[in-house]
């Protein structure tokens, strides 16, 4: 490791290193060598950023007498503000319905910016070209025609066109009807708990909205966070159930469009 220019360059400009980021390569190379011997595994693939790890997971295994191991990598995907994808705590795409339910999923490509959709709709879709074409071509309140054609062909891909029917549904009931759709997710909050009051910073958290009570008192403070649809203006409220709708439930609203229900349990 210390030979590598990634790990000298940092070193010599002085740069902090955690004990965990030095070590991480060390594990990644040990966990290549247990999976060739464990599972045959031969092929390691990656994004471009693994390929000083997956090499050394080669070096490492060919040490340990495995056969000869192979790396793959690929340039990494990134937004058109050169972000990497999903790579923060409330944006991490997972393709595991249990971690990302198909709305969830569905919601994330919905909510593409409009300077990618030509581009995932090629990368992430197998929709024609000439269908491609013409919906990158759409401008003003259009693009979200593209934007939900992304949505739907990503969704049905990985979880079904029936799934992505209704998460497709789902969407529609809840932004264009207004009405709170069954099939939102939902998360459930003990009815005492409820009842003796939650903090509305915590309850965000809790909908998996927001990472922190700091990251929600910052989007309170623009006017990001809504309790059934309405604005949020005091970090410290407390929700009861005198919030309950009608249907006995909360619904909470960040600025990113997605919803999630409070339920009593």
């Known amino acids: 490791m210390l030979a590598m220019d990634s790990v000298k360059l940092r070193l010599e400009r002085d740069q902090e290193m955690s004990f965990i980021e030095f070590n991480y390569m060390i594990l990644q190379a040990y966990d290549y060598a247990v999976l060739n011997q464990r599972y045959d595994c031969r092929l390691q693939m990656g994004g471009s950023d693994q390929w000083g790890n997956i090499v050394n997971g080669i070096d490492l295994g ?13 340039p990494l995907i990134t937004t058109s503000s050169g972000e990497k994808m999903g790579k923060t705590a409330s944006g991490a795409v997972w393709l595991n319905a249990d971690m990302k339910s198909p709305y969830e999923y569905w919601q994330f490509w919905r909510n593409t910016d409009d300077a990618d959709i030509d581009r995932f709709l090629k990368l992430f879709t197998t929709l024609p ?10 401008q003003g309140a259009e693009i979200n025609e593209a934007k939900k054609a ?13 799934a992505a029917g209704v998460a497709a549904q789902t969407a529609r009931q809840t932004f264009e009807e207004g009405a709170i759709a069954e099939n939102l997710p939902a998360v459930e909050i003990a009815r005492a708990e409820l009842e003796a009051g939650i903090g ?27 309790v ?32 999630v229900l409070l339920k009593p349990a």
């Open 62 to 74: 060919r040490r340990m007498g495995t056969p000869q191991l192979h790396a793959l990598t690929t």
């Open 129 to 138: 070209l000439d269908e491609i074409a013409r919906l990158s071509a759409l």
């Open 150 to 162: 992304l949505a739907d062909a990503a969704t049905a891909l990985l979880h079904g066109t029936e």
């Open 200 to 226: 509305v910073l915590t309850a965000f958290v809790k909908a998996g909205l927001v990472a922190s009570n700091g990251e929600a008192r910052r989007q309170i403070k623009g006017g990001g966070l809504r």
């Open 228 to 259: 059934n649809d309405a604005a949020v203006a005091d970090e410290k409220r407390m929700l009861t159930s005198a919030d309950l709708t009608t249907r006995g439930r909360h619904q909470t609203l960040p600025r990113k469009k997605r919803h």
